[in-house]
């Protein structure tokens, strides 16, 4: 037997009896309104004041709760039960996850990616201004399938998987920790379209309200409307009774930016038949008292205070001025890196302007691909192909790094495997790769330190080394040079789980000058003094290409087994047609002889 979904969300527990009283007695519309951290006056019964909330990010853990709230100790009693309490604190302590603002934005737009499957075509960045006091507030938009009332609750709720390996998120806690890392407030708005029905609801998760209350646990006012085609309009669903409404809807009037419930309403019209609006209000500030986010400097993107006068000078060294660089500050130029890929349909828009996508293979010169096989212990054989080369600027950027992705989202953005390089050795070396055989952090950006993990880096390492002493000529430095260098072919075992070297050796191989040039271009092979090695282009064609063979036996094996399978179908209707038509001409005769008895008769 299914619960009822309930419009209070108590995320202690689910449709825990009482929730209602939280806020019984409080329909009546408060004279002061603006859920803002700096107006707290609006208290429900409050006898003391609340503690001071601080407007600045890292110092806003400081919860003292219960002090003549509410929620007193008496009061408080009535719901202690064999239950775990999740307690207000939790969401500051939670977004802390997300050191970097920028990774709590990405986690939203994830949530937007997802929805393709569902028809999105698009998800909108933009500023807007509070309605309660005009001070900034930053929405973001998409057209997906949007959220019926349960799955609403599931996404303000905690420990809510999407349990679906296409999607980006996993864990159900993105939205919790991204929108409270942005805001101490947030109210969505969703609209789910299905055969049966239309539904539209909103929730509202609000640090201010819950300190502001004092209250102990974590409570979250919503209310859901359905759509009535006789009436043609959406009209409110009363989960528990008309009261209980009424008081989730006051309290969200209270404590959001709109005051009237027309004002609520009215935010549905250009989410159109399907889709979801997240509105963060009451955004954080920096240690220096100054937003965190800087929504003024450039009035296409959103910036992060203070870094932009660190890197976003143009007398500052062209190095400063690198994507590499500049994605740390300005989210229009992180977000072009943040999928590998994307549909054509699919556009991410940052205040107004659609952000262009730009793949950073494209920017490597004298490119390889290298193909690395992982020990994952699994049956299927993992393939990670590497796009590594010369940044077209190297040398004069001091930029090197991998920038790894997994599902098509990027979780290390330039990454320094070599951390302690001498000798400029390693600069300009830029790599892309996808690694979805590495599980990431909950805030996707880092990844598990696993042996997987450790594996990976080393490669890593030996692959930037290998290419920085074959290629670094290339680019006007000097090279090592060997009197006797072996060259090596690759071969991989079985199982793709270890790689083994048959050496053969041919001669010296002088790596100086146009000899190199000469060796690099006819796609030769060269081992260093190290005894590393790194594959020509032609060896990985061949790899690519054994592996395309052996997908297209498997293919065919398949097809193999389908053809004798389509065959014994063929045949099965055969036989049954024999079947009917003996089967009809055996009714025949039956009836015959029926007709001939009767006229007999």
């Excluded at 919860?63 to 939790?90: C, I």
């Excluded at 390693?426 to 979805?436: K, P, Y």
């Excluded at 100086?512 to 081992?527: K, L, N, P, S, V």
């Excluded at 293919?555 to 193999?560: A, C, D, G, T, V």
């Amino acid at each position: 037997m299914s619960l009822p979904v309930p419009d209070m969300i108590d995320l202690c527990s689910d449709d825990e009896c009482g929730e209602s009283d939280v806020i019984k007695g409080s329909s009546k519309k408060p004279k002061n309104q603006g859920g803002s951290l700096d107006d707290s006056s609006h208290r429900f019964g409050t006898s003391l004041p609340p503690p001071p909330i601080s407007r600045q990010f890292w110092k806003a853990g400081d919860y003292e709760g219960g002090q003549g709230q509410v929620h007193g100790a008496a009061n408080q009693r009535k719901y202690e039960k064999n239950h775990l309490h999740v307690h207000p604190m939790f969401l500051h302590s939670n977004a802390t996850s997300h050191k970097w603002v920028f990774g709590a934005i990405a986690e939203l737009v994830d949530n937007a990616i997802d929805e393709i499957k569902n028809g999105a075509t698009f998800v909108d960045i933009n500023k807007i201004a509070n309605p309660r006091g005009g001070g900034p507030a930053l929405q973001i938009q998409d057209n997906g399938g949007g959220m019926d009332p349960e799955e609403m609750r599931r996404c303000l709720s905690f420990g809510f998987s999407k349990k679906m390996k296409c999607a980006i998120g996993r864990y159900g806690n993105g939205f919790k920790a991204s929108t409270m890392r942005l805001g101490a407030d947030v109210v969505v708005f969703s609209r789910h379209r299905n055969m049966r029905s239309s539904t539209q609801s909103v929730g509202l998760l609000s640090y201010t309200f819950l300190r502001s209350m004092g209250h102990e646990k974590i409570i979250i006012p919503m209310v859901d409307y359905e759509f009535n085609s006789s009436t043609e309009s959406f009209g409110p669903i009363f989960h528990h009774g008309m009261e209980h409404f009424s008081s989730n809807l006051t309290m969200l009037l209270q404590w959001s930016p709109y005051s009237t419930e027309d004002e609520f309403l009215k935010q549905f019209d250009d989410i159109g038949d399907q889709g979801t609006k997240i509105v963060m209000y009451n955004l954080w500030f920096n240690d220096d008292g100054d937003m965190e986010l800087d929504f003024d400097s450039d009035i296409e993107d959103i910036r992060i205070s203070g870094d932009v006068k660190l890197f976003g000078e143009h007398s500052k060294p062209i190095f400063q001025q690198h994507i590499a660089n500049v994605y740390n500050y300005s989210l229009r130029v992180y977000l072009s890196i943040l999928y590998l890929r994307l549909p054509q349909f699919f556009n991410i828009k940052l205040r107004g302007r659609v952000v262009e996508q730009h793949n950073i293979a494209d920017d490597l010169k004298f490119a390889e691909f290298i193909l690395y096989r992982p020990q994952t212990g699994v049956k299927d054989q993992t393939a990670v192909i590497t796009t590594i080369g010369f940044l077209k600027e190297a040398p004069d950027v001091n930029v090197h790094g991998f920038n790894i992705y997994y599902r098509n989202r990027l979780i290390l953005p330039f990454w320094r495997v070599l951390r302690n390089t001498t000798n400029s050795s390693g600069r300009g070396i830029v790599g892309v790769l996808e690694a979805n055989y590495i599980e990431p952090t909950h805030n996707k950006q880092d990844f598990e330190r696993s042996s997987l993990f450790q594996k990976l880096e080393d490669r890593l390492k030996q692959m930037t080394i290998e290419y920085w002493h074959l290629h670094c000529e290339l680019i006007g430095y000097q090279g090592k040079k060997s009197s006797a260098l072996p060259s090596q072919e690759m071969h991989y075992s079985e199982t793709g789980t270890k790689e083994e070297l048959n050496t053969k050796r041919r001669g010296p191989v002088p790596l100086a000058g146009q000899e190199f040039a000469r060796a690099y271009a006819a796609d030769t092979w060269h081992i260093m003094e190290d005894q590393s090695y790194i594959r020509s282009k032609q060896q990985v064609q061949r790899e690519k290409a054994s592996l395309v063979m052996q997908q297209n036996k498997k293919l065919r094996l398949q097809i193999s087994e389908l053809e004798k399978n389509v065959e014994g179908f063929y045949l099965k209707v055969e036989q049954l047609q024999s079947e009917l038509i003996e089967v009809q001409h055996e009714c025949t005769r039956l009836l015959a002889e029926s007709k001939a008895m009767d006229i007999i008769d």
